[in-house]
């Protein structure tokens, strides 16, 4: 049993099950026990549980880093100052191929003021650290940290270069299913075991987990877990909430399920505010795993590089749920101009990557030229990242 669960099994005894919400930002972010949050977790890498595509190959951050010069060569006053934000930098293996890019213009390298990194584990902020040491050290860059984008200090008279790379992803939803009563969401509760004490007796279980019409097979149960998810019996404020964020939701006929992030919503709406209310300029990517439409099930973790049940090994995976980009699409509105979503295959090859392979090729000694083009060759294939991913531009 993980820390992580110990924890989880322990709330659910003594307040009853918890949500997907609960669970994800319990295993993920936890202060002291959680996945990005503890420093001996290999997260990315052959070592880690995942790879990402700014670590497969430098040409992902470097056509990432063109993109946003050309927003600010199209859009902004000349002489304007810069600034950069990224959400959930990893390794800050991108930010370092963006600024590198950026850096080879003149105009930009007298530009550029502060990189802003939104970051909340403080093993992940020294490895960023490292990473970035050396425009750190730039005169007149400033490198620093936030835990939220609220706590972020704009500059309203600079243009905002944002990124947001596997960042939606990892935030907590929740999981709500319609019936003929409304939306009711889908908890977290315990296996019933009626011979351990640290488990709640099946006398003691809420009324939905006894009630025989309530489903107890759910999609994403397990019978090796000590958790599984259960209907609530009725709905409640947050389910009645979610289920009328967005029109779409009131198509779907009864039996439905969708997740549903409002933090993802949120955060959605304030870069929409900070790119382009009260006069402010900006551009801003955002790449992850999804599409425009709710999803009912994708809910899932990786270890080692495969796909495991969520519920395996709370705390010491890492978990995912693919975008709705509609949705944030929907929190933009209002505010910033959103374009997409494109397939990354599409934004990649549209934005010369074939032209940047064959580059660092030729500049490339002889045996290192078949890794580099199979390396990007991996961000575009149509049978995996080329079209898992997507990106929207804002």
């Not at 960042?167 to 315990?190: K, N, Y």
Request: charged letters at 20%.
């Amino acid at each position: 049993i993980t820390p992580v669960e110990k924890i989880l099994l322990d709330t659910i005894k003594a307040n009853g099950p918890v949500s997907f919400a609960t669970y994800m930002q319990m295993c993920l972010s936890h202060p002291t026990e959680g996945y990005y949050m503890k420093s001996a977790n290999s997260i990315f890498g052959s070592r880690g549980d995942f790879i990402t595509s700014p670590e497969i190959s430098q040409v992902f951050g470097e056509l990432v880093g063109v993109w946003l010069l050309s927003q600010y060569m199209q859009n902004a006053a000349p002489g304007t100052h810069i600034q950069i934000i990224e959400l959930g930098p990893g390794r800050g293996t991108l930010m370092a191929d963006v600024l590198r890019t950026l850096m080879q213009l003149t105009p930009v390298k007298s530009a550029l003021r502060s990189v802003l990194l939104v970051e909340t584990s403080p093993a992940l902020r020294d490895a960023q650290s490292e990473v970035l040491k050396q425009w750190s050290e730039v005169p007149g860059i400033t490198v620093k940290w936030h835990e939220s984008l609220d706590d972020v200090c704009l500059d309203d008279n600079a243009f905002t270069m944002l990124v947001a790379h596997e960042f939606f992803d990892a935030l907590p939803f929740h999981l709500l299913e319609r019936s003929h009563q409304g939306w009711q969401e889908v908890m977290i509760t315990v296996d019933p075991d009626t011979t351990a004490k640290t488990v709640l007796r099946a006398s003691d279980l809420p009324k939905p987990l006894t009630d025989p019409s309530v489903d107890m097979t759910l999609p994403l149960s397990s019978s090796r877990s000590r958790l599984r998810p259960v209907l609530s019996s009725v709905p409640s404020p947050i389910s009645n909430l979610l289920g009328r964020s967005s029109p779409r939701f009131h198509e779907l006929p009864v039996g439905s399920r969708i997740e549903v992030s409002p933090a993802a919503f949120r955060i959605a709406q304030k870069i929409g505010e900070i790119i382009g209310s009260l006069g402010r300029k900006g551009a801003g990517l955002l790449v992850d795993y999804g599409a425009g439409h709710v999803f009912d099930n994708s809910f899932r973790a990786f270890k080692g590089h495969k796909i495991v049940d969520p519920f395996y090994l709370p705390g010491q995976c890492d978990l995912t749920v693919n975008v709705d980009f509609t949705y944030l699409s929907e929190a933009l509105a209002g505010t910033a101009t959103r374009h997409g979503p494109l397939t990354q295959h599409d934004f990649l090859t549209r934005m010369g990557m074939h032209l940047r392979v064959k580059k660092l090729q030729d500049a490339a000694r002889p045996e290192r030229r078949k890794s580099i083009e199979d390396a990007a060759n991996r961000l575009v294939d149509l049978m995996g990242m080329g079209k898992q991913y997507k990106v929207m531009g804002v």
